[in-house]
């Protein structure tokens, strides 16, 4: 695994799922990923699963500790920082690097009023410049 192929890697929606639940749980087996998955995907079995988390520690979006049995799985990059790579590189492509048009997109149609207000006093809180 070199460092350009981890930089690269992007999650897709299922490893994002996986992420979620490994961010949540801390480093699991796969196993314990599989229970824990199964309220949101019911259909996912135990060898999807593992294959899953093979795939992704391939990647380069997990580890895997061998030394213990079964092996255990975890992130290699914190939630908040993927997330923010993830939300760069969407508003590159989807909107021209235009950081204003993603929020006014969002804020357009999938805000609720609730969150307005509390985006709202986060932005006087924190000033103009948030």
């Known amino acids: 695994m070199n460092a350009r192929t981890t930089a690269t890697a992007r999650p897709t929606a299922a490893e994002l799922d996986l992420l979620q ?4 749980l801390g480093p699991a ?3 314990t990923v599989h229970e824990a998955l199964l ?5 996912a079995t135990y ?5 899953q988390l093979q795939v992704m520690h391939g990647k380069g979006l997990l580890s895997r500790d061998e ?6 799985y975890a992130p290699v990059h ?4 993927l997330q923010q790579s993830l939300v760069k590189d969407f508003i590159a492509k989807a909107f021209a690097g235009s950081g204003k048009a993603l ?13 307005r207000a509390e985006i709202r006093q986060l932005l006087t809180k924190n000033g ?3």
Do not use: F, I, Y
């Not at 639940?21 to 949540?24: E, F, G, K, Q």
């Not at 309220?39 to 259909?43: I, L």
């Open 128 to 130: 103009d410049g948030a």
């Open 103 to 115: 929020v006014l997109a969002a804020l357009k149609n999938h805000v609720s009023a609730k969150e």
């Open 29 to 31: 087996d796969a196993k």
């Open 21 to 24: 639940v490994l961010w949540r």
């Open 39 to 43: 309220p949101d995907r019911p259909d």
């Open 47 to 51: 060898a999807t699963v593992l294959r």
């Open 78 to 81: 914190a939630q908040d920082k």
């Open 67 to 72: 030394s213990l049995r079964p092996h255990l």
